[in-house]
């Protein structure tokens, strides 16, 4: 029962490189989610996808792009990966549009130097 | 627009104590309230949830929770905490955003539970 699955769990990234954040759900939601965690700010929404074919922006866009995939999988990307997106991102499913609760995976912790 | 303030980044407690975790929201539409607990390098995991109906809410682990809507208050609640609840709680208020429920989630409480 893997529910949400998140890729890698660890990166270490140079400024000014990419990188793709990978994500995937297998409880057939229509709902996903991209977040980030920083020390003392809770959690801070950057994307999400409504259903498949949608994306939206959240609070903290910038500096962000991201593709839902299919039904499955919503990928998070850092073009040019600036220290100050050093954080731990979350990706996270609901089932749809309402005010269902969310399901999260355990983070990809990324620093960039 | 909706907000959530967590009053205390961290409360401490000795084990099988009693223990509040304060939650303020504020939303100008219909309220949807919810706990979610986070353990060291793991992910949010849903404690319990408020939508509608009885205002006291049963979660997981023993916590349970209190909808007041005259003080816009959600606060958690467990009447005898163990060295295991030790972790982050997060409280989120969900809103309409365009067609869809967004949740927007407070900055977190540290549970530090002592022997």
């Known amino acids: 029962n893997a529910g949400v699955t998140q890729t890698p769990k660890f990166q270490v990234l140079k400024t000014g490189q990419s990188m793709t954040l990978q994500c995937a759900q297998d409880m057939n939601h229509n709902s996903m989610y991209w977040y980030r965690q920083d020390p003392g700010m809770g959690l801070r929404l950057i994307y999400y996808?409504?259903?498949?074919?949608?994306?939206d922006k959240g609070e903290v866009p910038n500096g962000y792009n991201v593709s839902r995939l299919n039904k499955r999988e919503f990928s998070l990307r850092l073009e040019s990966a600036a220290p100050s997106q050093t954080s731990v991102y979350f990706c996270?499913?609901?089932?749809?549009?309402?005010?269902?609760?969310?399901?999260f995976g355990d983070g990809t912790r990324l620093s960039i130097l | 627009a909706q907000s959530v303030t967590q009053l205390d980044s961290q409360v401490p407690v000795f084990e099988e104590a009693p223990v509040e975790l304060r939650c303020n929201y504020s939303?100008?539409?219909?309220?949807?309230l919810f706990w979610y607990v986070q353990y060291p390098n793991q992910g949010l995991q849903l404690l319990l949830k408020y939508l509608s109906g009885s205002t006291l809410v049963k979660g997981i682990n023993g916590f349970e929770a209190e909808f007041n809507k005259s003080q816009t208050s959600f606060h958690l609640r467990k009447p005898s905490v163990h060295i295991s609840d030790t972790a982050e709680y997060f409280c989120?208020?969900?809103?309409?955003?365009?067609?869809?429920?967004?949740?927007?989630f407070g900055r977190g409480t540290s549970l530090i539970v002592h022997p």
């Open positions: 996270a499913s609901s089932e749809g549009t309402g005010p269902e609760p969310q399901h």
């Open positions: 989120a208020v969900s809103g309409q955003a365009g067609g869809s429920y967004i949740p927007t």
């Open positions: 939303s100008s539409v219909s309220v949807y």
């Open positions: 996808s409504a259903s498949e074919g949608t994306t």
